[in-house]
């Protein structure tokens, strides 16, 4: 599922923009079907733009309500009833999304004999001081056996002792679900650390969710700015 919507505070309309040929939101979604790991792609949005630029290429595309406040309600909406186990999350504005990654993640549901996890997501080590300090950026840290313990914009972990030797990491907002997982979010109520941080993703950890980190070498390209929409024309180039 690729939940999008055309109204994006930093870059409005970003969806829509032209990147070689193609809008931001076909690139995608062309780049999630061209990975051969789904039954099905379906974008979810929220705008009548964006659904006739799906369905004119040849996608599928569900029309959702406007009032959601981010993209698992969105989901949600769509998947409740549908006849499915586990839903991946790709973001709209991700048109260089590759297999390799998700992949990954759809094999941490495999290995999961248990049903330990509820879902999966990525993460990329960073090493840059200004990345890390930047509140764009939202910081995960993991318990031992690569469960999230919290996600921050601010830094994670704090480095007091400056001996440690502390990894970093980057949260790509690229999630798996199991269908329950996702349906039990809709239902709760926004708690005070997701309000706070504006990270939807604190909602499962406050409400006892579990999240398996996948680590990936992978950054990709977010498209938040126009800056990043330029970035990507010069490496589709």
């Known amino acids: 599922m690729i939940p999008a919507r055309y109204s994006a505070t930093r870059f409005p309309g970003k969806l829509m923009q032209d990147l070689g040929g193609k ?3 076909v690139r995608t979604y062309q780049a999630t079907i061209a990975t051969n790991l789904f039954d099905d792609v379906i974008v979810v949005t929220d705008s009548g733009i964006i659904y006739d630029e799906i369905i004119a290429n040849g996608g599928q595309a569900i029309m959702s309500k406007k009032d959601h406040n981010c993209g698992s309600d969105r989901i949600a909406e769509a998947v409740e009833h549908l006849d499915i186990d586990i839903v991946v999350n790709v973001q709209g504005d991700e048109p260089f999304t590759e297999k390799e990654s998700l992949s990954r993640l759809i094999e941490v549901f495999k290995n999961d004999v248990n049903n330990e996890v509820d879902l999966a997501s ?3 080590n960073i090493t840059d001081t200004e990345e890390i300090n930047n509140p764009n950026t939202v910081k995960v840290t993991v318990d031992k056996n690569n ?3 919290y996600f921050s914009r601010s830094v994670i972990p704090y480095p007091r002792d400056k001996d440690v030797n502390i990894k970093y990491f ?3 907002g690229v999630y798996a679900f199991r269908k329950q997982a996702i349906l039990d979010f809709y239902k ?3 708690l005070q650390l997701e309000a706070s941080e504006k990270l939807e993703q604190l909602r499962y950890l406050e409400y006892g969710k579990r999240i398996k980190m996948v680590e990936t ?3 990709g390209i977010e498209i938040d700015t126009p800056e990043d929409l330029a970035r990507a024309k010069k490496i589709w180039k």
Do not use: D, G, T
Request: proline content about 6%; overall charge positive.
């Open 23 to 25: 809008s931001v939101i």
């Open 188 to 190: 709760f109520p926004m």
């Open 122 to 124: 990525l993460m990329v």
């Open 147 to 149: 469960f999230a313990l």
């Open 170 to 172: 980057k949260h790509k």
């Open 217 to 219: 070498n992978i950054q």
